[in-house]
């Protein structure tokens, strides 16, 4: 069973610069991140941000947009598209 997790808060001062430029929110449904992708906010989770490492714990895309991403480059790869060799 996959268990949503929701990282550490940041830290405040971290806090303070994201929610400044726009990249959290925070309303009634709690803490909020915007998609460095589709610049939709999604609960900040592993429900909707896959786990890095960084200031808050969480990828910078949700994880539709890391999906898609990653099934581009595959495609790229399978038909050699982006070779350097």
């Given at each position: 069973m996959n268990k949503?997790?929701?990282?550490?808060q940041p830290?405040?001062?971290?806090?303070?610069r994201r929610m400044q430029s726009?990249?959290?929110?925070?309303?009634e449904d709690g803490l909020q991140k915007r998609c460095a992708c589709c610049g939709e906010h999604w609960p900040a989770d592993t429900?909707?941000?896959?786990?890095?490492a960084g200031g808050d714990g969480l990828d910078s895309?949700?994880?539709?947009?890391r999906n898609t991403q990653t099934a581009i480059k595959k495609q790229e790869r399978k038909h050699g598209y982006g070779n350097t060799h």
């Open positions: 949503t997790i929701r990282p550490a830290s405040p001062q971290l806090y303070a726009g990249l959290y929110l925070d309303n429900e909707f941000f896959q786990k890095r895309h949700c994880k539709d947009c």
